[in-house]
């Protein structure tokens, strides 16, 4: 058993965790609106994770994911709905962890692993004790975005009784995570503040920011991948065999999207300057993330669980402990690698099970750290569709089950290649070369690693078919296997 920390001799800890967030919200991604200087400073000051991405771009899973540094088809957390498993043997959660070494740990905000969707709007409200992954303060609600509204907040406590917040659902959140440190000033504690921010608000069709920040970024800035794309396009809808229309919101949603952005940013803000009123800044390691990302409709009927850019790609860094002055990080992270990062920097042994890794050695610029580092982020759809991804410095290769693949449990039998990017020339991910003869050798370069990192993840054998897309022959010059290993 890890001895507990006495006072002020390990870092706090705190997650600034939201919802649907892209990262090109940040300036340094290129976002001119200025929506996240905080973030931005902070990122420079610590440690800029600047090619971070999601392993589950699905609300539930993702935040599975995190709790226990495990996939979702290992944890069983594959789709919305499913409880976090309370097996702490198999599965410690990052909570567990820490209380094991001695913290506090507190939870507030959105949770969405109380296993409760499809239940009534109203019943997606507590979370029952044992369920909430052995955090030991509780300040949280099962579906924030069913708290009523963005301006009227209500979450439970550990007697799940109901705590009615005054304020914009961000700042509300906010205050609680203030009163939190500022009540936990003499012990080392972990806290995780889960905001809905910018999540589109379901009840509403809207991205609902404070009043008057809508106004402020309508109409400013679209991101090129959605400037790009049709507002409405075609797509097939395979449980009935027809075409479905489908329609991007970008001009219509974006607005109100950067706005509950800034707002968000602004608490952060806020987080930091009580931190630094109360002498707690330089001993808490903030990690900022996201579950994943946003394409407002323009890949698939709704707005994330795609492999593109737009929903697997999130904001992240890391301010604090060994993480100040660590600069930019050009290696690709995944979402899996945060757990063991957290730990490895307060001294906690990482627990067996998590499967991704700590990035500490590539800030501390551990050059054997360096070198077996993976050359790709592996990534798992498993709600509406069932798709596989890996994604290099340079390509992007995805697959989707097969029309006759056996399902079970979030995983196929059978796949066939989706897309093929390269994100050198296309950025955006405009042109798909899944089916062009010049990119064969990369196909199967990708193909092997995707179904290499799927057999590390713990998932059965499966095929991969190729694409029924019509192979298209000329127009591209032939790849040499040098840049298919890029």
Request: with cysteine; glycine share 8%; net charge negative.
């Amino acid at each position: 058993m890890t001895p507990p920390a006495a006072p002020g001799s390990r870092p706090n800890v705190i997650i600034f965790f939201t919802d649907q967030q892209r990262w090109d919200s940040s300036g340094l991604h290129g976002n001119p609106l200025e929506l996240m200087p905080n973030f931005d400073r902070l990122a420079r000051a610590g440690t800029h994770v600047a090619k971070s991405f999601t392993c589950q771009p699905v609300c539930g899973p993702a935040r599975a994911c995190l709790q226990t540094g495990t996939y979702a088809t290992t944890n069983g957390c594959w789709r919305n709905g499913i409880g976090l498993p309370r097996d702490r043997d198999r599965f410690p959660t990052l909570a567990s962890c820490f209380n094991e070494a001695g913290y506090r740990t507190g939870y507030i905000g959105k949770w969405h692993l109380g296993g409760v969707d499809g239940r009534a709007a109203e019943d997606r409200g507590p979370v029952k004790d044992g369920y909430r992954g052995d955090y030991q303060d509780w300040l949280a609600v099962e579906a924030l975005e069913f708290s009523v509204d963005e301006y009227h907040t209500t979450l439970y406590d550990e007697d799940n009784q109901p705590i009615h917040l005054p304020g914009y659902r961000t700042d509300a959140c906010t205050d609680a995570a203030i009163r939190y440190v500022d009540r936990h000033r003499t012990n080392p504690f972990f806290l995780m503040v889960s905001y809905i921010e910018p999540h589109h608000q379901n009840d509403k069709d809207d991205y609902p920011p404070p009043i008057g920040y809508r106004e402020r970024y309508a109409g400013r800035w679209t991101p090129p991948d959605l400037a790009a794309l049709p507002q409405w396009q075609w797509h097939e809808d395979r449980a009935h065999g027809s075409p479905m229309r489908i329609g991007g919101t970008a001009q219509q949603h974006l607005g109100g999207y950067w706005g509950m952005v800034k707002r968000l940013d602004e608490a952060l803000g806020r987080l930091v300057d009580a931190l630094i009123t109360l002498n707690m800044l330089d001993n808490t390691i903030i990690l900022f993330t996201s579950d994943h990302g946003c394409h407002f409709k323009t890949r698939n009927g709704e707005y994330k669980r795609s492999c593109h850019e737009s929903s697997i790609r999130v904001p992240t860094m890391l301010h604090g402990g060994p993480f100040t002055g660590g600069g930019e990080l050009p290696q690709l992270a995944s979402l899996l690698d945060l757990p063991p990062t957290l730990l490895d920097a307060c001294g906690i042994a990482i627990p067996a099970s998590m499967q991704g890794r700590s990035i500490l050695p590539l800030v501390r610029g551990d050059l054997e750290a360096r070198r077996p580092w993976p050359e790709e982020v592996f990534v798992q759809i498993s709600e509406s569709q069932i798709g596989r991804c890996v994604r290099t410095q340079r390509w992007k290769y995805s697959v989707r089950d097969a029309p006759d693949a056996q399902i079970a449990d979030g995983a196929a039998d059978r796949y066939v290649e989706e897309y093929l990017y390269d994100l050198h020339y296309d950025p955006y991910e405009l042109c798909n070369l899944v089916s062009f003869d010049s990119h064969a050798q990369v196909r199967a370069i990708m193909r092997d690693r995707l179904l290499r990192r799927m057999k590390e993840a713990g998932e059965s054998a499966a095929t991969v078919d190729p694409s029924p897309l019509p192979a298209i022959r000329g127009g591209q010059r032939t790849v040499s296997e040098a840049e298919a290993r890029a």
